[in-house]
């Protein structure tokens, strides 16, 4: 979610939360991935035809999953045990649930996510809904979920591939490189415009856009260069966050299972 996570990570960067060391340190233990064309992400396409930024990003398990991993324990991980993990981590909880709880005033709904979140035997099934968030597909080892707001859409992925990583992933539109932005032309006082459009009239016409539109362009294709280095960063820490609650969920499991 683009735009609320530059002003997000601009805040928090500002008191200094993210420090050089923590941006040298996640940098070094979380991978920023191809999104390959099998993949449920690589996969989808917005029915509009609208053109998508993709990212993934891949982080290390400990080795002792490695070892239940395809046996059926407690202990391996599901894609929607990391998808639970990613809504119930501190740093989902901290920041970017409190903005979208005010900004789409979801005051009981959501409680109730908590407590779905917090059921065992809610498995982010097709239809599932999570905040702004739709469960879209959830096939063998990966959960795609679809978000929209404000007019502006995207998707969230979840993969446990089968080399004992955890991968994480987004979708958002972006501007069209041929969306018409605003020129000289635009700003030219009436009669002088006229005279230009006159001797231009052999030319493609692209006049007849209306100038709030090309600003609107142009606006977008400044906010989307700003947001995906930071979109980029975020999605870092979401996933090293992530990580730190799946590894307390499956610690709690397996005291569970020995009680």
């Not at 070892?67 to 059926?72: A, E, F, I, R």
């Not at 970017?96 to 005033?105: A, D, F, N, R």
């Not at 591939?161 to 992933?169: E, S, V, W, Y």
């Not at 600003?215 to 980029?232: C, D, G, M, Q, W």
């Amino acid at each position: 979610m683009g735009l609320i996570k530059v002003a997000m990570f601009s805040g928090v960067s500002i008191l200094g939360i993210y420090s050089y060391r923590s941006v040298n340190r996640v940098n070094m233990v979380v991978q920023k991935i191809k999104v390959q064309n099998y993949t449920l992400l690589g996969k989808h396409k917005p029915q509009d035809g609208t053109k998508e930024y993709k990212d993934a990003y891949s982080i290390d398990l400990p080795r002792r999953f490695k070892l239940v991993q395809g046996t059926g324990s407690a202990q391996e991980i599901s894609a929607s045990d990391l998808a639970r993990a990613f809504f119930t981590c501190k740093l989902f909880n901290r920041f970017e649930k409190p903005i979208l709880t005010k900004l789409v005033g979801y005051k009981h709904s959501a409680l109730q996510d908590v407590v779905l979140l917090n059921y065992k035997a809610f498995r982010f099934k097709e239809g599932d809904q999570i905040l702004v968030w739709t469960v879209k597909e959830n096939h063998l080892n990966e959960v795609l979920l679809y978000w929209e707001y404000g007019g502006l859409k995207g998707t969230t992925w979840f993969c446990v591939p089968l080399d004992n990583t955890i991968q994480f992933g987004s979708s958002f539109p972006r501007p069209s490189p041929d969306s018409e932005t605003p020129s000289v032309q635009d700003f030219i006082t009436s009669k002088p415009k006229q005279l230009f459009i006159d001797a231009s009239s052999n030319l493609p016409d692209s006049n007849n856009i209306p100038l709030k539109s090309k600003i609107r362009n142009f606006a977008l294709k400044v906010l989307y260069r700003l947001s995906v280095p930071v979109h980029e960063m975020y999605s870092k820490f979401l996933l090293e966050s992530t990580l730190e609650r799946l590894l307390e969920m499956k610690n709690q499991d397996a005291q569970d299972d020995r009680a």
